[in-house]
């Protein structure tokens, strides 16, 4: 008996809260200029590109790594996320779709397709910093 009075008395507490409070409704127009306008992510860090030897392997998206598409790899990132990369050092910038896991050395927040490094560095440079932007 004593537990459901108890549990009664919480939910009657908690509806009491939720119909008292004050927050006003989202108007959604005025959500999404606010992202568009700006990323919901930013990371800054060291960024290399993936070895010729991950070549037409699969990647953990389940994808298949091709030197000559503007993919990456990040550590949390959902898959399929697009992502601006920038170059701090020269300000180049590439979008890329986030398709594997990994940089797994540390220091490093972004592994790069060989192209997409090497349209915003030279891939004898072997490790830039970089800032990321989530876009979509």
Known sequence: MRFVVKT???ILIS????????????DP??????????PSYTETG????????????????????????NTAAHKNLPFGTKVRVT?????KTVIVK??????FIRGRILDL???????IASVSSGIIE???EVIE
């Open 8 to 10: 009664l008395v919480a």
């Open 15 to 26: 509806a009491f809260m939720w119909g008292c409070s004050s927050m006003k409704p989202v």
């Open 29 to 38: 127009s005025a959500q999404s200029t606010a992202t568009r306008d700006r």
């Open 46 to 69: 060291k960024a290399s590109f993936y070895a010729n030897l991950h070549q037409a392997k699969k990647t953990a998206s389940g994808e298949i790594y091709d030197h000559k598409l």
């Open 87 to 91: 170059n701090l050092a020269n300000g």
């Open 98 to 103: 986030i398709n594997d896991r990994g940089p």
């Open 113 to 119: 397709s060989k192209s997409a490094f090497s349209s």
């Open 130 to 132: 970089v800032k990321i």
